[in-house]
């Protein structure tokens, strides 16, 4: 197609920037899929180190039945004062390094959970912003997953898996000092894992309804934040609370009857568990008494049967958390898997801002609603459209198609010729300007916003945003100017200087290509002819300017116009051709049938 690659002039009307710098510089690669790998690689690093700590400190316990044995067959029987003393200075030695390697254990655990969270944080964070363009928003909540993953870490259920391993040796052990005891010990053991999996079973669906039930109120919790103007105008409260309040009760009845059967299984397991402490020293009394067993072995059994059913009651206790974490693990790692690395594409030079638009389809995930139905057309570097239409009609829908901001269902979109898919998402970004329907600001300065938060932005950029936007002196008349303090709910600024600063931050960093939808909608007579002067700007800018608009004024600073209507291209054309045409088929519609579909929009449109 025909649009020369030749440098574009700065809007400033400087010369060209030499080659190397009309290339964008690449911000430093955000590649997901190696994240996750390094991060899994240095937790793994330091399980294996925890693993190892958790070997020796299992190893060094049997230090204390090994004392009692040795106690009982060696002291009594020799009375020997020094092998008592050289045997408890050993003991004390290896109770020491135990400590030692125990607190060491927990240390790492505790720093490999910071560096999880450390690692992923904005990485997680990053993805879930990229994935939600295809959502509703609803990938921010892995953030907590990454929460519980590092909750997870820490507890003590890990260590008891950890540990777990060793609970056969230990039964081995028992079984060395006696069978019987063995097999009270495993006996035990299986006994408990039946527990475990009657608790799972009967707890499971109570825990699931009470998760559900509460992920709701979470989320009308925060769609109560977010409109507590209009609950408060519209006396909403009582009814707000009330849905809260149901779904809130719904949870914790649900976690009451859950935790009630929890008690009760986890009651019982625990009166087993003392009931193996009896039947193992009673049994070894017996047996002692029998002569089969001293009493130092008695007690040695008791001891290292304790340790053999600690890690395997902790982990049946735990395994409700382990499968909450591994679900959490999934969904962060699934989240990092489908996101798309950053640093894989072609740096352009700056695009003049030529657009093509090839067979656009879109029909929502889900439905059959054809919103867009295949729609081409193009525009030359610095053409101004307005797109105007019925509502439903889906001026908004291709608005945020034209700046990507969601994806088609085919066909596709180019900026001088590249498919915006194809540009590197960071550089696309600052050469598009786009103004929201419903403009939000982010809570900080006005000129933090006009430059997108961007902390290299200088001065110097934000006047020029602010000047092409027209809004300088708007901004000049609030008492802090440039620094006034927005709050999230875009106080103390009103709804139409919201609107203009949300253009300024549109057309901030020279973009080449810029989509307002419905820019004056909050706007009065003077906002309204800042926004013509605006786009006089953006005109004499060369900036490709896209403008979807219900009001006539915004026609008239306009090149060429298309009518959108269910989705299809009913007319576009140059602006004079386009309004002539509307005007030649509303007349017979005026004195024949209603008005149609289209009509309203144009009255008292200049020709
Ligand atoms: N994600 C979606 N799922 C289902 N339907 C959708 C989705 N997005 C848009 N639509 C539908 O597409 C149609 C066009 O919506 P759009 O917001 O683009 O209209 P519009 O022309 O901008 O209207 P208005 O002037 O009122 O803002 C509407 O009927 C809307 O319900």
Redesign the pocket.
């Known amino acids: 197609m025909g649009v020369k690659n030749v440098p574009a002039k700065d809007a400033s009307g400087s010369p060209p920037a030499p080659p190397s710098a009309k290339f964008h510089k690449r911000v430093a690669p955000l590649d997901y899929t190696r994240t996750l790998a390094q991060m899994k690689s240095k937790l793994r690093a330091n399980l294996a180190f925890v693993v190892l700590m958790t070997c020796a400190t299992n190893i060094l316990i049997l230090a204390v039945p090994i004392y009692l044995f040795q106690i009982s067959d060696r002291v009594f029987t020799s009375r020997s004062i020094d092998t008592l003393v050289m045997l408890t200075i050993v003991i004390l030695g290896a109770i020491m390094v135990q400590t030692i390697l125990d607190a060491l254990r927990r240390l790492v655990l505790m720093r490999s959970a910071v560096d999880v969270a450390a690692r992923l944080g904005a990485p997680v964070l990053s993805a879930a912003a990229q994935a939600s363009l295809h959502s509703n928003g609803r990938e921010y909540q892995v953030l907590g997953d990454l929460g519980a993953l590092r909750s997870f870490l820490v507890s003590g259920t890990l260590l008891s898996f950890l540990d777990v391993p060793f609970a056969p040796i230990f039964m081995l052990v028992v079984f060395l000092i006696h069978p019987h005891l063995g097999m009270i010990v495993v006996g035990t053991a299986a006994l408990l894992a039946v527990f475990a999996w009657v608790n799972q079973k009967i707890t499971s669906d109570g825990f699931r309804r009470a998760n559900m039930a509460q992920t709701r109120a979470n989320l009308h919790l925060e769609s109560m934040s977010r409109n507590s103007q209009i609950i408060n105008a519209m006396a909403m409260i009582p009814e707000a609370v009330a849905i809260w309040g149901r779904d809130t009760a719904q949870s914790l009845k649900a976690q009451i009857e859950a935790q009630d059967r929890n008690v009760y299984t986890a009651s019982l397991s625990r009166m087993f568990r003392l009931f193996t402490q009896i039947a193992m020293l009673g049994w070894g009394a017996w047996l002692s008494l029998d002569g089969q067993i001293t009493g130092g072995m008695v007690i040695a059994a008791s001891i290292v049967a304790g340790r053999a059913l600690a890690p395997i009651e902790g982990a049946i206790e735990g395994w409700n958390s382990f499968l909450l974490a591994r679900g959490a693990y999934d969904r962060v790692s699934n989240l990092l898997a489908s996101a798309k690395s950053r640093n894989d594409k072609l740096r352009l030079p700056k695009p003049l801002g030529r657009l093509d638009v090839e067979r656009l389809l879109y029909v929502?995930q889900g439905?059959k609603?054809v919103?867009l139905n295949a729609l081409t057309f193009s525009l030359a570097p610095g053409d101004q459209l307005a797109i105007i239409?019925n509502?439903?009609?889906?001026?908004?829908?291709l608005g945020k198609m034209l700046v990507g901001s969601i994806l088609p269902t085919s066909g596709a979109v180019r900026l001088d010729l590249m498919d915006l898919r194809n540009w590197d998402p960071r550089q696309l970004g600052e050469i598009l300007g786009y103004l929201p329907?419903d403009v939000q600001l982010f809570p900080g300065t006005i000129k933090a916003n006009i430059a997108r938060m961007r902390e290299d932005a200088s001065d110097e950029e934000i006047h020029r945003a602010a000047d092409l936007a027209d809004v300088h002196d708007m901004i000049a008349s609030l008492p802090q100017g440039y620094e006034t303090v927005v709050s999230s709910d875009g106080a103390p600024l009103s709804g139409g200087q919201k609107q203009r600063i949300g253009l300024a931050r549109a057309f901030f960093g020279d973009p080449k290509f810029v989509v307002l939808d419905e820019p004056n909608s909050n706007l009065d007579t003077l906002g309204d002819a800042a926004l013509v002067r605006a786009l006089g700007h953006a005109k004499r800018s060369g900036i490709t300017t896209i403008v979807v608009t219900?009001k006539p004024s915004l026609l008239s600073a306009v090149d060429k116009i298309m009518l959108l209507s269910e989705g299809n291209i009913a007319l576009f054309g140059w602006r004079d051709q386009v309004l002539a045409e509307l005007e030649r088929r509303k007349r017979p519609q005026q004195t024949q049938v209603p008005p149609q579909a289209h009509a309203p929009e144009l009255q008292g449109a200049p020709a």
């Open positions: 929502p439905t609603h919103v239409g509502s439903g009609a889906g001026k908004t829908t329907q219900q």
